[in-house]
């Protein structure tokens, strides 16, 4: 680390009321669970967005009604745009924060100090 990060630590550290080792160490831990979360979090938006594109097609093949299946999909489509986004997000975070937890820990102490 470097003297401007080492100072904002000590910052937050007395912040906080602890050593500024301790908190990098519970830093460092929190990274892979926090990870995890956001790990899980895409796993299950991609997977509702699975669910809901069976559904859709299931209801839009049992209907002549065009206008109904047109809403459908649409309907779909924006869903699925949102919870596309939201796990996109959500694995870039837990890449980060798996694959390089010092950077994940530096990130959360900048937005800490701030």
């Known amino acids: 680390m470097n003297e401007t990060t080492d100072k904002l630590i000590r910052e937050l550290a007395d912040k906080l009321g602890t050593t500024t080792e301790h908190l990098w160490n519970v830093l460092i831990k929190q990274a892979a669970i926090s990870g995890a979360g956001n790990l899980i979090t895409a796993i299950v938006f991609l997977a509702l967005t699975t669910i809901a594109f069976i ?43 798996i694959l390089n937890p010092e950077y994940w820990a530096l990130k959360e102490v900048l937005k800490e100090i701030r």
């Open 55 to 97: 559904v859709v097609r299931k209801k839009a093949s049992r209907t002549d009604d065009s206008e109904i299946i047109y809403m459908f999909w649409v309907m779909f489509f924006l869903g699925s745009f949102v919870m596309v986004g939201i796990s996109i997000v959500s694995l870039s975070d837990a890449a980060s924060a």
